[in-house]
């Protein structure tokens, strides 16, 4: 899993995102064509977490914030909220940036 001390996340530039019977739908835009064969689903807690991704807020933001929401386990939500940011980071949904004051 990647090191996410210091890192705030965004959401790519190439996607279109929509809110489709209560899942958050994300489409990659190839081409400035969508890429049907890559459609992502969120559900609830995942669009909750996407929503939050304006690349101002850390990790650990996040994961306050979605505490204050959820009745879960800290521990468990936090590393949830961080395999779920790997994921996302990993197809290239989101784009990791050194928060300010943060890593280079």
């Known amino acids: 899993m990647m090191e996410m001390g210091g890192v705030v996340f965004r959401r790519s530039d190439s996607l279109v995102t929509r ?4 899942e958050k739908v994300i489409i990659p835009v190839r081409g400035k064509v969508g890429d049907l064969r890559s ?11 996407w929503d939050l991704l304006d690349g101002q807020r850390p990790v650990e933001e996040i994961v306050n914030h979605l505490q204050q929401e959820y009745e879960v386990d800290p521990v468990t ?28």
């Not at 809110?19 to 209560?22: E, K, N, R, S």
């Open 77 to 104: 939500l936090s590393a949830d909220i961080r395999r779920l940011l790997g994921e996302m980071h990993q197809e290239g949904l989101i784009v990791g940036e050194a928060a300010a004051g943060g890593l280079e």
């Open 19 to 22: 809110d489709l019977a209560g």
């Open 39 to 49: 459609i992502y689903t969120l559900n609830d807690v995942g669009s909750d977490v």
